[in-house]
């Protein structure tokens, strides 16, 4: 199979881009990294990583010190292209698909007959047929399998990733794929591609189905999240600790809540669940419910931070955590900077913001008056109310007794 695609370019270098380019490359592959952000394209060629993943590292600095590797802003000629850009969501929460429609034409000039694009980015249903549209505007001297079908020129699939940050690398190997190709010939190639560096299984369907699939899971983990974030509401008003209370339910050998936080975040469960209303309004009234209850769920959490910080007289407030989850650095959708945001603008005092895993604060709150980044004993000694808004390690290190004659905002339960 490997000399069927000697040559991979994969196109944007991100959470999920840098380390599919870096595990091809580390079977073998010639690979050729591509990205707009120049500062990432130098920071990869140079043997390091700009983004916080465990093992990437070792991983990226290995595959561009044998040559394996390069970094690019502009595609070059391969066997097979990836296309993992972002897919973010527009006002009324549109879906956006500027990036994966200007990586499909970057490609457009450089592509030969033979040549597999395979679609990484989660997106809505059509995406992936869309591509094969958008490249045959800009070649029409090939043919696309949406309309030639297993004898096309040029093979399109979908093959949306299905990894957790921070153990990126091991799913990247070792999960289960959907491939989903816009002919059965074009999932066939692309399974072909994935079985150089995948040992989980490749399960074959269509583009479409693929699309789905990938939207439905992380619609299915946000409406679950928000029957626990709605059950916190409901403890809150109630007085009862919904910790116990999740804990002692979850007893029951039928009964799994999820533990309830601060709202939800990250690019996929955040966004997906819109995709899908996007393509069936009048058919998602749960999806659109539980994106109502996890969106609410930051402001719920602002009002009881402003009302311990009236209640203790305090004028310094600090909020530990902005990743969307513990232990990387990805703040995308992150509820914990839009908990801070919102404090900045209503909050009159100073407030302290703790990121383990950044030394630089978010775009949303650069600049922000009254809001400085810091270290966490800085944090705990000037602060009178602190707020855990991510489960990162070294805040689930932290001696209790430093916590003494505060006023607690714990989100994720860790010290409840």
């Known amino acids: 199979m490997t000399l069927d695609f000697k040559k991979i370019c994969v196109l944007g270098l991100g959470y999920v881009g840098l380390p599919t380019a870096a595990i091809f490359a580390s079977r073998g592959i010639q690979v050729v990294g591509v990205d707009i952000n120049e500062t990432t394209v130098d920071t990869i060629n140079q043997g390091k990583i700009h983004i916080v993943e465990p093992g990437l590292d070792i991983l990226v600095n290995g595959a561009v010190s044998t040559g394996r590797l390069v970094a690019t802003p502009q595609p070059q000629s391969a066997d097979a292209y990836i296309i993992a850009v972002p897919t973010p969501f527009k006002d009324a929460n549109k879906p956006d698909l500027a990036f994966v429609e200007a990586a499909a034409r970057s490609i457009a000039p450089v592509l030969e007959k033979g040549a597999l694009v395979i679609l990484e980015s989660t997106s809505p249903v059509g995406t992936t047929e869309k591509i094969c549209q958008w490249l045959a505007e800009e070649r029409n001297d090939l043919s696309f399998p949406h309309n030639a079908g297993d004898g096309a020129d040029v093979q399109v699939s979908h093959s949306p990733e299905r990894v957790l940050p921070g153990n990126v690398l091991e799913e990247l190997v070792n999960n289960?794929?959907?491939?989903?190709?816009?002919?059965?010939?074009?999932?066939?190639?692309?399974?072909?591609?994935?079985?150089?560096?995948?040992?989980?299984?490749?399960?074959?369907?269509t583009a479409a189905t693929a699309e789905l699939v990938k939207l439905s899971e992380n619609a299915y983990r946000d409406v679950n999240i928000a029957f626990a974030n709605e059950l916190s509401l409901i403890a809150d008003k109630m007085g009862i600790n919904v910790w116990e209370a999740v804990a002692l339910a979850n007893r029951h050998p039928r009964v799994n809540i999820l533990q309830p936080g601060p709202g939800v975040g990250g690019h996929c469960i955040a966004v997906d669940p819109w995709f899908i209303v996007d393509g069936a309004p009048d058919q998602t009234p749960l999806i659109q419910s539980a994106r109502k209850v996890n969106d609410g769920k930051p402001g719920h959490i602002v009002g009881q931070i402003l009302k311990a910080a009236k209640d203790s007289n305090a004028t310094t407030i600090a909020c530990l955590g902005l990743a969307y989850k513990a232990n990387i650095d990805d703040m995308r959708e992150s509820p914990a900077v839009t908990i801070t945001t919102k404090l900045a603008d209503q909050f009159d005092g100073d407030l302290l913001v703790v990121e383990p895993n950044s030394d630089t604060l978010p775009g949303a709150l650069t600049g922000t008056q009254g809001l400085s980044l810091t270290n966490l004993d800085d944090a705990l000694s000037k602060a009178r109310v602190i707020v855990l808004l991510v489960d990162h390690q070294e805040f689930r290190e932290l001696d209790p007794a430093r916590l003494k004659d505060k006023a607690v905002i714990d989100t994720r339960g860790i010290w409840s």
Not at 180 to 204: F, M, N, Q, W
């Open 176 to 205: 289960d794929r959907v491939v989903g190709g816009i002919s059965p010939h074009c999932a066939k190639r692309t399974k072909d591609l994935y079985k150089i560096a995948v040992k989980g299984e490749c399960l074959l369907t």
